[in-house]
């Protein structure tokens, strides 16, 4: 019951936000718009009505002139009677009794303005007045033009987008007309996409992982130019150049080679354009091409954080220290393993027969072989001596058992994040969290608590350590845009150990000629 009322409540506030404003507006530019007629139909009046002994009086003009507009008028109705009659059906007979009400009224009218009327009150106005109308009319259909060649039009391209909440792969499809982001802030980077990435995270954000705190940022970063949910992009990284940059962005310029990563309640970067925060993107290792580029910046950064942040673990602390990865059958695991062989560590990993090659390469110094029907399995990670550290890359199923392989002060860290508390609100406390999250979105701008840490930095560091081959990324399968459906299907499947890659074929979009 507290799931269906907060879901309601979700409609309730999403219909405020996005009804408000245009009611708001609206009612304010019509009240500006009478205001305005009436006092210049009054001061048109006054003047009509006095007279002038100066000019060219034109009454037989200014009849002939009425009689067109009213003959334009009835031709004008009667055609948008047959257009309301076969686009609207039913409502076409509503509309065409507010018609014949406007045409009995437009007789009526000329019935009352006589030519006697008209010449008495179109008396003061002569040639010169007429001269001033078409000047004005024609200055307001130049500056109206001017401004119409300064919009930027809605660009399309193609994204593998999420459509709902339904689950992966059902959710998962490649649509050619997502709205592309036209215009960059003050501290975003526009991208022209070459490759992305789909991470284990995307297919949870499939299931509704993170949507709370996804429609609140989504409502406050309106990255495709409207305030709606679905469908919104996936990919948390990717690889490319850079387009255009805000005015605040300093290291960072048009044309560079560049890779990204973006947090799960962000917008995703597999789609040909993306616009992204100038903090989470930095230039891409220059021994990589896109596509390898595109499969580290997210899982580098989540396990940079579980070793770096939580386990204080870095080049200087963890030479001969002892750590168990459980396990390397997932990108994360591919990469912690790499990491901590570079900074001298003595590295324990389990493994499954498939990834057992791959293991092997990446430098692992003992492996323990685990085929889900190995009784001793435990037993035999039991027999070994107590790790310092034990980085838990499956999830929260094996935390207690990790925690029996370390030694006394050792760690157990995972890179598995859990669901945010947010999903799981009621009504009640999920209102006073929105009303929290917006105020942070705000005000404070800051980071959602609880997301994986994403920075430039993060990602230079990274970058030094493929230059100098001490990281190299694991790939397992690169697909092309027009099979971006068949990836997110692979995807979901959930056993692949390398990263899933999308190669984008650029279309020469108005801002990226030049880049493809």
């Not at 050619?176 to 992305?196: F, L, R, T, W, Y």
């Not at 005015?247 to 990204?260: C, F, I, N, R, T």
């Not at 396990?327 to 003595?346: E, Y």
């Amino acid at each position: 019951m507290d799931r269906l009322t907060f879901q309601i409540g979700e409609r309730f506030d999403y219909l405020q936000h996005t009804i408000s404003p245009y009611i708001e507006n609206s009612t304010r530019l019509a009240k500006n718009a009478l205001n305005y007629v009436s006092n210049q139909s009054s001061s048109a009046f006054s003047n009509l009505v006095g007279s002038s002994d100066s000019g060219i009086p034109f009454h037989t003009w200014a009849n002939w002139q009425w009689s067109w507009f009213l003959e334009n008028c009835r031709s004008w109705i009667n055609s948008l009677k047959q257009s309301l009659a076969v686009q609207y059906n039913g409502m076409g007979q509503f509309f065409e009794s507010v018609l014949d009400y406007i045409q009995q009224k437009l007789y009526h009218l000329q019935s009352m303005l006589s030519f006697q009327i008209i010449q008495k009150y179109l008396s003061a106005v002569d040639q010169s007045h007429i001269y001033f109308l078409l000047s004005g009319i024609a200055i307001g259909f130049i500056i109206g033009i001017q401004i119409k060649q300064n919009v930027k039009p809605l660009t399309r391209m193609r994204a593998l987008v999420c459509n709902s909440y339904a689950g992966a792969p059902e959710s998962i499809a490649m649509i050619d007309d997502m709205v592309a982001p036209n215009s960059c802030g003050a501290e975003d980077v526009m991208i022209q996409v070459k490759a992305s990435s789909i991470d284990p995270i995307d297919i949870k954000i499939t299931f509704g992982y993170g949507k709370v705190i996804r429609s609140q940022y989504h409502h406050y970063h309106q990255t495709h130019g409207k305030n709606l949910l679905f469908p919104f992009v996936l990919g948390r990284e990717c690889s490319g150049r850079v387009v255009e940059i805000g005015s605040k962005v300093q290291d960072l310029d048009v044309g560079d080679e560049v890779y990204a990563a973006v947090p799960y309640y962000a917008c995703g970067t597999a789609s040909e354009c993306a616009l992204i925060p100038a903090q989470w993107v930095a230039k891409k290792p220059r021994k990589l091409s896109y596509e390898a580029a595109a499969s580290l910046p997210y899982s580098a950064s989540i396990v940079w954080n579980a070793l770096v942040h939580q386990a204080s673990f870095n080049e200087l602390t963890t030479r001969d220290k002892r750590v168990l990865v459980h396990s390397v059958d997932n990108p994360v695991g591919c990469i912690a393993v790499q990491l901590l062989k570079a900074w001298g560590g003595h590295v324990t990993a389990t493994v499954s027969s498939r990834a057992m090659i791959t293991a092997q390469q990446l430098g692992v110094d003992e492996l323990i072989l685990h085929n889900g029907h190995d009784l001793d399995f435990d037993s035999l990670l039991s027999s070994l001596p107590k790790f310092d550290l034990v980085l838990n890359t499956v999830g929260s199923i094996l935390h207690d058992s990790c925690r029996v392989l370390c030694r006394e002060g050792g760690l157990v860290v995972s890179t598995v994040a859990s669901p945010p508390a947010s999903d799981k609100y009621g009504l009640f406390y999920g209102s006073l969290y929105s009303m929290w999250l917006r105020m942070k979105l705000v005000f404070l701008k800051s980071s959602i608590c609880g997301s994986t840490v994403i920075s430039t930095s993060i990602l230079d560091e990274i970058s030094n350590l493929v230059n100098k081959g001490h990281l190299q990324p694991v790939i397992e399968r690169v697909f092309e845009i027009d099979q971006a459906e068949q990836a997110g299907q692979y995807a979901a499947q959930g056993d692949h150990i390398g990263k899933i890659i999308i190669r984008f074929r650029n279309r020469p979009l108005n801002r990226m000629e030049g880049f493809a």
